[in-house]
């Protein structure tokens, strides 16, 4: 195994651990030591790969940003209809999401050294829901979607389902339904908003 191989492998295993404890935790509860002692490893690692608490944080948040990025960036490039490509994100999202739990982003508006964590995490929401905008503006106007409902009301309706079905899977209520099924919740969630922005 080479050296490359196990760096890659401890640097893994450091972030699956730092997101698993900080997602119960939350930032400000959380010690290294909580960390490394599930690993049994030592501190060194961390302060080799990390530099400290603050920088693990950052590499997991990395691994947040990116996975829901690439999630988006995947789905909204098939050809599926736009709802059904929303379905598919939203699905997606809360399964990505829900490994990072309630409580990994606890008070990070609170905490001073997370400002730059907070600020990027601010950005990306942002970012996807202008990117959700414009498509739905786009849709619109090449008369793929009805123009009967403004594209704020379309957009605000898609995170309105989103952030039921997060809730739904982080209050464990969706806990014993397979993935179809919660795929099914979100079908249903959609068919009136469909009936009314679907060109027949």
């Given at each position: ?44 690692p ?6 400290d ?24 490039s098939?050809?599926?209809?736009f ?28 905490i ?36 009967s ?15 039921a079905?997060?809730e ?33």
């Amino acid at each position: 195994m080479s050296e490359r191989t196990m760096d890659k492998e401890t640097i893994d295993k450091l972030i699956d651990k730092a997101i698993e404890i900080f997602s119960t935790k939350g930032y400000a509860a959380t010690k290294l030591t909580d960390i490394t002692n599930s690993l049994s490893i030592s501190r060194g690692p961390v302060y080799y790969y990390f530099k400290d608490k603050h920088g693990l944080y950052s590499a997991a948040f990395d691994r947040f940003e990116e996975g829901l990025r690439q999630i988006h960036q995947e789905v909204f490039s098939t050809d599926k209809s736009f709802i059904n490509q929303v379905e598919d994100m939203i699905f997606q999202f809360v399964k990505h999401i829900s490994v990072f739990g309630d409580n990994f982003f606890f008070m990070v508006d609170e905490i001073p050294e997370l400002e730059e964590i907070r600020r990027r995490y601010h950005t990306m929401n942002q970012e996807l829901y202008d990117d959700k905008y414009r498509m739905v503006e786009k849709a619109q106007k090449e008369g793929l979607l009805k123009t009967s409902m403004e594209p704020k009301k379309i957009v605000d309706y898609i995170y309105l389902v989103y952030f039921a079905i997060l809730e739904g899977v982080n209050s464990r209520i969706l806990s014993d339904y397979s993935d179809e099924e919660i795929k099914d919740w979100i079908r249903i969630q959609f068919d009136g908003l469909n009936n009314r922005i679907r060109v027949d």
